[in-house]
């Protein structure tokens, strides 16, 4: 795939979907309030991961991409 | 002043009032790219006076403001960085972050509406988990923001170029191979290709929209019949938020539904907030004060107001013996009297934020809770109050307290 990774919006698009999965387990009960103040730092944790990961990945494919056409012009 | 000189038709000789100097028009206070930084009145980034001369008011009210609302969340002092980083100075159209005239009026709307919206969480009291979490998601949302809306132009032309689309004549030896075979025949010079025009990335977002009215509208229809958790319509617009961006991370183009999801954000910690405290206009009470053991009910609710159980004109306490009495109100007083003869185990807890107090035992502040027992005394009856609330006051009082 050629296309650049779009790393904030990745990120955002989980912390979003963390932030109504969080909302639905305390509005069902599966969480309790104590619970709460765990699993919300746990999805923003969670994004922040996520955009290093991929963003470390990233770069490191921009990188070989670049090291390839080099290889191609030699 | 720069002002001035961006108005031709003002600051003339024949300028009736040549002492009050230019007065600003609805429009141009409007147009909050003009907002500039004094250099001339200024104690520290020349933001207030900026902005008092962008409204037109006195810069001594403007820093009144930003000092009094600083104490207030730090509304002010937010603001005061904000605008500090995004307003370019006097005379410049420069920034300490450069963005597009565009991306910078909206922020300043933001961070406007931000602070307001800290001030008012503040003025609510705060101690509301998922509220105070929302503002970590809204300031990384602003730094994201501020990340992809930053002016590409210069590198753009760096990327110009480096294109390896146009080949160039003055590339090094060491990039080209000599090439020995015969001279190609003579071409025109291809004329290089003419810029892409900006990818405004935005093309997921009406159609996102278009899904979430889809989706809020199913759940309408749905959820119609039975009742749906404050904030449910809030919760599913931002989990098609946060799966369309995870979507368009991978394949471009979702621009715009960061910021709205933002917006999503602060709606649902405010619906959910506002509804779980259950705000409502009609204020209930409910009085009780039952004859016989019979009379007394499992439960009493308010959901705003104030609940009052007096116990003690029960004339056959014996009867209450293992019974459990469950009071609660969403927001406002729980207030129960039981009879002094009588063993009481008293569950208590409050979501939000409140004050329980048991028979003089207290507990205050946010989420307190209180489990406690009242003796009565030897053969007397058991009864167990099991009383909740999300914001307000829980008390129980014994009876020869209150004599």
Known sequence: MNRTLRVAHLVFGVLFLGIAAVWLLRTTGVITADQLTLSGPAVLIAAGVVGLVVSLATSRRRRDNDNDKENDHE | MTETDERPSEGRPSDPQPQEGPRVSGEEMRDLGRLRRSRTDRYLGGVAGGVARHFDIDPTIVRVLFVVTSFFGGAGVLAYLALWLLVPDEGTDHASIQLKGDTRRTLIVVVGAVAVLVLLGNAWGGGLGFWRFSWVVVVLGLIAVVLAGRDRGPRQQSSAVTDPAAPEAGSGPDDAPPVYGPPA???????????????????????????IAIGLGILAVVGGSQHLAPGSYAALALAIIGAVLVLGAFMGRAGGLIALGILTVIALSISTAVGQIGF????????????????????????????????????????????????????????????????????????????????????????????????????????????????????????????
């Open chain 2, 185 to 211: 025949p003579w071409q025109p010079p291809v004329p290089p290709p003419a810029p892409r025009p900006r990818r405004t990335g935005i093309v997921w977002f009406w159609p996102t929209l278009a899904l």
């Open chain 2, 280 to 403: 409502g206009f009609h204020n209930q009470t409910v009085r009780a004060v039952p004859a016989t053991a019979a009379e007394v009910q499992p439960s009493y609710h308010v959901k705003t107001g104030s609940v009052y159980l007096d116990l003690t004109r029960v004339a056959d306490p014996q009867a209450l013996d293992g019974r459990t009495v469950e009071v609660s109100a969403n927001a406002g007083q729980v207030h129960v009297v039981v009879p002094d003869r009588v063993d009481v185990d008293v569950d208590a807890n409050i979501d939000f934020a409140g004050d329980i107090d048991v028979a003089g035992e207290n507990r205050n502040g946010t989420d307190p809770q209180l489990h406690t027992s009242l003796d009565g005394g030897a053969g007397v009856p058991h009864l167990t109050l099991d009383l909740h609330e999300r914001v307000g006051q829980i008390l129980v009082d014994r009876e020869g307290a209150l004599r």
